[in-house]
């Protein structure tokens, strides 16, 4: 998807009050299905991400966007122990830079009032304030990031990002500034415990931060520890663990099948925990493509990619032949309208016909490649396989012998949702 200027200033227009879990509310309430909720929530994403990055490389320069060869994402249930993990997953991958907090980002009054009802700060807020601080030079070899992302948009973002960087490793490789974009590593954590388990971890850590900060406070030795809002009502911790099973850990699952995703039962001791994260991620960097064998293929654009932009392309070439190549577009548009079409449609319960045509006007590859984008902007899917054969076409009169000619067949499968139609 493209983004225009007009996109950028109405999208800048409505301000950091974008935020996909609103707009999905509004959605529901107009009854709309969950696939048009979806479809929002990439759209939402989309523009998100397009605009944050364009406000980016106008700070900063494109050529100065540089941002860690690895990236930890670090997310769990209420109380799973992020914390008192992230400095031991520090330890285990050589990671010596502080840990990126998305809450301790997040200092604006509508967050915090958000955060302490267990509820989400804004998805464009919180993507451009992580974005931001991965380009801190000190988080160049690798950083971890801690609470993202934890929406659906977040989730969809995070793909861009992604993309986006793999694109910008294409780019570049090859030049002086290949070391500057290196290939983008990307581990999902999602450290998980039952809903019974995170509510009585966080009404725990509230008293044990409540008796903590009181005996600071009598002795004046130490540092009072921040008493969360949530960890001392037993309905705002429920609340916060349903956000998160509902609006986090989905949205995660997604992407088991696009990055490293380690899911680590938080269950038992700090050191029961620690020897599972161990384990998985001594697994999952055995899978990680060696640095040359991803640049040799990098080159090969993602499907998503070319889905993103197939619409736009087809419309493009269309018009194109019909600039540039009115003639045949118009032969190829006649023969479909007379041979093609009485046939498709004497196939329109079941979705699928094959016809065969050796007609002359394909044996220039354009009418093929017309064929197969007017079908597709009809709403059709067509495959064309081209078929040689040898066919008798004369006797030789001295030698009797059959001389045979060369017999092209176009072969043209379409497919189409068929009519469904009732029965019984």
């Known amino acids: 998807m493209s983004i225009t200027d007009q996109d950028l200033k109405d999208l800048n227009s409505q301000g950091s009050h974008i935020e996909s879990e609103e707009n999905i509310l509004v959605a529901q309430k107009k ?4 696939k048009k909720v979806e479809d929002l929530e990439v759209k939402d994403a989309q523009l998100i991400f397009q605009t ?20 930890f994402w670090l997310n769990g249930a209420p109380g799973a122990g992020k914390g008192t ?3 031991f997953i520090m330890e285990f991958r050589d990671l010596t830079e502080k840990p990126i907090i998305v809450s301790e980002l997040l200092k604006s009054p509508e967050a915090r009032k958000k955060i302490d009802a267990g509820m989400l700060a804004g998805d464009r807020e919180v993507t451009k304030l992580v974005l931001g601080a991965l380009l801190n030079p000190e988080y160049e070899s690798g950083a971890i990031v801690d609470g993202y992302p934890r929406t659906k948009t977040q989730v969809e973002c995070l793909k861009l990002f992604h993309n986006r ?16 974009f290196p290939k983008p590593r990307f581990h999902i954590i999602m450290l998980f415990i039952d809903e019974e388990e995170s ?21 004046g030795v130490g540092d009072k520890w921040e008493v969360r809002k949530t960890d001392l009502d037993d309905e705002a911790a429920h609340r916060r663990y349903k956000t998160f099973k509902e609006s986090t850990y989905d949205s995660l699952t997604t992407l088991r099948e696009l990055f490293h995703y380690h899911f680590i039962n938080a269950h038992g001791t700090v050191i029961e925990v620690q020897q599972r994260i161990i384990q998985e ?3 999952q960097s055995s899978l990680e493509l060696d640095e040359s064998t991803y640049d040799r293929i990098s080159s090969i654009p993602l499907a998503d990619k070319l889905s993103l932009h197939a619409r736009q392309l087809l419309v493009h070439r269309l018009d194109s032949y019909e600039k540039f190549h009115s003639e045949l577009f118009e032969r190829v548009v006649r023969l479909i309208k007379s041979k093609f079409v009485p046939i498709v449609e004497k196939h329109s319960i079941s979705g699928l016909a094959y016809i065969n045509s050796e007609d002359s006007v394909f044996d220039d590859p354009l009418a093929i490649a017309i064929l197969i984008d007017v079908f597709t902007e009809r709403g059709f899917t067509a495959v064309v396989d081209i078929r040689r054969m040898e066919v008798p076409s004369r006797i030789d009169p001295k030698s009797y012998e059959i001389i045979n000619r060369v017999k092209k067949v176009y072969r043209v499968r379409i497919n189409f949702s068929g009519s469904k139609i009732r029965r019984g």
Do not use: C, D
Not at 57 to 66: D, F, I, K, S, V
Not at 200 to 218: D, F, M, P, W
């Open 165 to 180: 960087l793999s694109e910008l490793r294409g780019k570049y490789l090859g030049t002086l500034q290949e070391t500057q």
């Open 199 to 219: 509510v009585r971890r966080q009404l725990l850590r509230g008293q044990r931060s409540i008796a903590h900060n009181a005996e600071v406070e009598a002795s």
């Open 281 to 283: 991620l001594k697994y």
């Open 31 to 34: 009854g709309n299905s969950s």
């Open 52 to 71: 944050i990055w364009h406000e980016l490389e106008q700070e900063m320069g494109a050529e100065n966007l540089r941002f860690p060869a690895e990236i």
């Open 85 to 87: 993990q992230t400095a």
